[in-house]
């Protein structure tokens, strides 16, 4: 992002993104409890904040790992739950319909992810700059959170990742190794990942779309 302050705590229409995220999960039925895993130096400030907003689902607030999957590993251990949703907090844009795509999806199967269908041709490109291979943009979706397991699954899948001090690019890589097929949900385009700067101005347009057609309610 560029900034001082890390991007999740970043404001968007006077509350952090991180909040946003949060709240969809927090008035979501099918929701029993939220493990929070943030760094280190920003456990209290996430407890506090969840205080603050009145997030009571948020029944832990903890320090990650080093890496993506061993902060998952830490959510998922704290958790007391049959299934289990992993998301990114600077995603606040996941409707809650989607959400229980994804969870009803996950039930079929085991595991399942939210994903799009890519719009633009993707090309395999080598070290050297020179295109090797165009895929078939039919068969390629890009994948979003949440990404929703069986616990037990998932934690399976974490424990045998680690031993095999293998790092993956997201929970669906960790199961896929044991050869648990991981099913689709489709998701929406608008459940952006607010990465860059120039996400923030779509993220104030979509958020503020999303109000107006809800008669001026919050997300």
């Known amino acids: 992002m560029g900034t001082a302050e890390s991007k999740q705590f970043l404001q968007l229409a ?8 949060l709240q969809v999960f927090q008035e979501m039925d099918e929701i029993a409890e939220i493990a929070l895993v943030t760094g280190s130096g920003d456990v209290q400030r996430c407890r506090d904040l969840a205080e603050r907003y009145g997030l009571s689902k948020v029944s ?18 704290a958790l007391g739950t049959q299934w289990a949703l992993v998301h990114d907090g600077v995603r606040p844009f996941v409707t809650p319909e989607a959400v229980r795509a994804c969870c009803a999806k ?18 395999q490109v080598g070290s050297d700059g020179i295109i090797v291979s165009t895929p ?35 929970d669906a890589s960790v199961v896929e190794r044991l050869g648990v097929p991981v099913a689709v949900a489709q998701g929406e385009y608008t459940n952006i990942k607010i990465t860059t700067p120039d996400d923030l101005p779509y993220a104030e347009f979509l ?5 107006q057609l809800a008669g001026g309610d919050d997300l």
């Open 14 to 21: 006077g509350m952090p993104i991180l909040i946003h995220t």
């Open 60 to 77: 832990a607030v903890l320090a990650g790992g080093s890496e993506r999957q061993h902060s998952v590993r830490c959510g998922l251990d």
């Open 106 to 123: 996950a039930e079929e199967t085991g595991g399942a992810v939210l994903a799009v269908p890519v719009k633009d041709t993707i090309k």
């Open 136 to 170: 078939d943009r039919r068969s390629l979706w890009a994948i979003q959170t949440p990404q929703a397991f069986r616990r037990a699954l998932l934690l399976e899948a974490h424990k045998r990742a680690e031993a095999d001090e293998y790092v993956g690019t997201d």
């Open 207 to 211: 958020l503020n779309q999303r109000r």
